[in-house]
Nanobody, 124 residues
């Protein structure tokens, strides 16, 4: 089992920045790919960004590419999502996910473990 705990969410004005963190504990010795997803009120959960174990494969959704950066520190068992130039439409609960055999980085069904989520609210 792997436990994931997100932090770093909050309220920010449009154009501002936030950095989300996701700390993993438990059976972290395996080579997990990590992803960030988000769910806005009344909408389905959608893919935001993903990174493989080594960090040499990184993916972003079109809506965040160029504004968000995903990176990881395997020594700290932590993955980060740096979010810049935030927009009101980025408002959502952000979830961290870990998967051992992620073939479709954008598919939440490919991830085995999920955090509880952290709220990000961007005011206009």
């Amino acid at each position: 089992q792997v436990q994931l705990v997100e932090s770093g969410g909050g309220l920010v004005q449009a154009g501002g920045s936030l950095r989300l963190s996701c700390a993993a504990s438990g059976r972290t010795g395996s080579t997990y790919s990590m992803g960030w997803f988000r769910q806005a009120p009344g909408k389905e959960r959608v893919f935001v960004a993903a990174i493989n174990w080594s960090g040499d494969s990184i993916y972003y959704s079109a809506s965040v590419k160029g504004r968000f950066t995903i990176y990881r520190d395997n020594a700290k068992n932590t993955v980060y999502l740096q979010m810049n130039s935030l927009k009101p439409e980025d408002t959502a609960i952000y979830y961290c996910a870990a998967g051992l055999a992620v073939r479709r980085h954008y598919a939440d069904g490919d991830y085995n473990y999920w955090g509880q989520g952290t709220q990000v609210t961007v005011s206009s």
